[in-house]
C-alpha cells in the first residue's frame, strides 16, 4: 500500500456502520406505513416499536465505537421526523382521526409539525453548553416516546377481550377523546416541560445484577404480552413526568 497517497480520499466502510442501522430503521418508519395503507393496524405498530427500538441502539453504537459524524446526526433527525412524526400520525388518521374529517387531518399535522419543531430544537441544543445537571433532563418528552404514547388508543384495541386493562382502554378512547389525546401528546413534545434522560440515569454497581433481572422480566412480558404491556409502560412513563419536574425545580433552586 502506497502510504504517500492521500488518506483522506478513503473512508473505513466501518465506519458508516451506524447509517447503515439508521436506514434500517427509516425502512421499518416507510414499511409501517405500508401497513398502514393497507390497514394491517397491529403490522403498521410493530414496525414502529421496531423504528423506536432502533433508533435506541444506533446512536449507542457510534457513540461506543467513536463512528458519529455530523452526517450520521442529520441522518437520524430525518428518520425520527418518518418514523415519529408522519408514521404514528398517518396511522391514527387512517385508523380513526379520518372520521372527524377536517379536524382529523388538522391534528395530524399539528402533531407533525411539533414533531418537526422538537427535533429541529434537540439538534440546536446539541451545540448549547449546558449545566452539568442538565444533562439528565429533556425538555419536552422525545419523539420516540410521544410516538408510542400517541399509539395507545390503537393498541387498546388489540386482544383487548384477553385483557381487562385493555378493554377499559379502548373504552375511553373513543372518537373525541381521541383527538384530544392525540392533541395533548403534540403539546407534550413541544413543551418544556423536563423529563428524564434515560442515557444518563445510573445504578448503584451493587443493584447492577437485580436490575438486569427485572430488565429481563420485563423483556419477558413484553415479548409473550406486548399489547399488555406497553400500556403499563407508557402509564409509568407518564408518571415519571411530575417526579422529573420536581428534580428539575431542585436543581435549578440548588444551582442559584
Known amino acids: 500500500m502506497n502510504n504517500n497517497g492521500n488518506n483522506n480520499s478513503f473512508l473505513p466502510v466501518a465506519k458508516l456502520f451506524p447509517n447503515f442501522i439508521t436506514l434500517l430503521g427509516l425502512c421499518s418508519g416507510l414499511t409501517s406505513l405500508k401497513f398502514t395503507f393497507n390497514e394491517q393496524w397491529e403490522f403498521a405498530v410493530i414496525f414502529i416499536i421496531i423504528a423506536a427500538i432502533i433508533d435506541g441502539m444506533d446512536g449507542k453504537i457510534a457513540r461506543i465505537l467513536k463512528l458519529t459524524s455530523n452526517f450520521g446526526a442529520q441522518l437520524d433527525s430525518f428518520a425520527d421526523f418518518l418514523n415519529f412524526g408522519a408514521a404514528p400520525a398517518f396511522l391514527l388518521y387512517f385508523w380513526k382521526l379520518k372520521e372527524i374529517k377536517v379536524i382529523g387531518w388538522i391534528l395530524v399535522m399539528i402533531y407533525v409539525i411539533c414533531i418537526s419543531i422538537r427535533l429541529a430544537r434537540f439538534n440546536i441544543s446539541l451545540n448549547v453548553e449546558q449545566f452539568d445537571w442538565e444533562k439528565f433532563f429533556f425538555s419536552g418528552v422525545p419523539a420516540p416516546i410521544c410516538a408510542l404514547l400517541s399509539l395507545l388508543p390503537i393498541i387498546g384495541t388489540f386482544h ?58 420485563f423483556i419477558v412480558f413484553f415479548v409473550s404480552k406486548p399489547w399488555v404491556t406497553l400500556p403499563i409502560l407508557g402509564m409509568v412513563y407518564a408518571l415519571t413526568i411530575p417526579i422529573s419536574t420536581g428534580f428539575y425545580i431542585y436543581y435549578t433552586y440548588k444551582a442559584r
Open 160 to 217: 383487548s377481550q384477553e385483557s381487562e386493562h385493555l378493554l377499559l382502554i379502548e373504552q375511553f378512547f373513543n372518537i373525541r377523546n381521541t383527538a384530544c389525546y392525540f392533541f395533548a401528546i403534540s403539546f407534550f413534545s413541544v413543551s418544556h416541560i423536563p423529563t428524564f434522560s434515560a442515557k444518563y440515569i445510573y445504578i448503584p454497581r451493587n443493584l447492577s445484577y437485580i436490575f438486569v433481572s427485572l430488565f429481563g422480566v
